[in-house]
C-alpha cells in the first residue's frame, strides 16, 4: 500500500536550505520515493496559515517511507535543513 510524505516548510536561510533540497532527493530515491509536489502555490483553507512550501512524496510502502526518514542518507540531508526551516513531516499511509 502507498505511503506519503506530506511536509509543509517555512524557509529561514535560503542559502543554507538550498544544501538540503540538493542532497535530500538522493535518499528519496534510494527508497523509491517520487516528489509529487514541491514548492508551488498552495492556499491554506482551514488550520494552519499557508507555509512557504508544501511537499509531497509517494512511496510504494509505508516501511520505504519510514526507512527512508530514518536512513543516514537522508539523515545527513537533514543536517542543512535544521536551522535553516521550520517544516512538520508526516508519514501517511495511503487507502487501499
Known amino acids: 500500500m502507498k505511503a506519503y510524505w506530506i511536509a509543509h516548510v517555512d524557509v529561514t536561510d535560503d542559502e543554507q536550505y538550498r544544501q538540503y533540497i540538493q542532497r535530500a532527493p538522493a535518499a528519496f530515491a534510494l527508497y523509491g520515493g517520487r516528489l509529487l509536489a514541491r514548492g508551488g502555490q498552495s492556499q491554506a483553507m482551514e488550520g494552519r496559515t499557508t507555509p512557504q512550501r508544501s511537499v509531497v512524496i509517494e512511496f510504494d510502502s509505508y516501511q520505504q517511507a ?4 530514518q536512513s543516514e542518507e537522508y539523515q545527513q540531508a537533514c543536517q542543512y535543513r535544521q536551522g535553516a526551516a521550520h517544516a512538520e513531516v508526516i508519514i501517511v499511509e495511503g487507502m487501499a
Open 66 to 69: 519510514l526507512a527512508c526518514y
